[in-house]
């Protein structure tokens, strides 16, 4: 488990932003297995398209801050969005939606950044997946 701030764990606080960006209240909770997954270890080489997304994660991060949990979050089609936007102003072509290389950088960045954690909610009489990326160091305090 990473570190704790605040009067919730970061943990907790990952918890809380997938169940509020997914919609999930206490009855409809019991329909879904949430999976804060945290010791991904996950290596790149350094550079080229790598460090352009890092130089651009603080912007996204500030651009997908909740309004009900007040932490940074990113889903799955979200991330899609970002990079694929990336790499239209490299020139390069759109990843299609889904490829690994999606899977593979969020995982990066969960295994990079100590605040970024990688939330997946299962519901349970689909079996549908959806991913979550969940930065407890980027909150918008209320106020």
């Not at 918890?15 to 949430?34: H, P, Q």
């Not at 651009?56 to 801050?65: A, F, M, R, V």
């Amino acid at each position: 488990m990473k570190k704790t701030t605040n009067k919730m764990s970061d943990n907790d606080l990952a918890f809380l932003a997938a169940k509020c960006y997914f919609g999930i209240n206490e009855e409809s909770a019991k329909d879904y297995d949430i999976n804060i997954i945290d010791d991904i270890k996950r290596k790149l080489p350094p550079g080229g398209f790598i460090e352009e997304m890092e130089a651009e994660l603080p912007k996204w991060w500030s651009d997908n801050i909740g309004y009900k949990s007040g932490v940074a979050r990113m889903s799955m089609v979200d991330f899609m969005h970002h990079v694929n936007e990336l790499r239209a102003r490299r020139g390069s072509s759109k990843l299609p939606e889904y490829s690994e290389l999606f899977n593979v950088w969020m995982e990066y960045i969960v295994s990079k950044y100590p605040d970024v954690y990688l939330v997946e909610v299962r519901d349970k009489n689909t079996g549908a997946k959806k991913q979550l990326l969940v930065n407890t160091g980027v909150v918008q305090r209320q106020g």
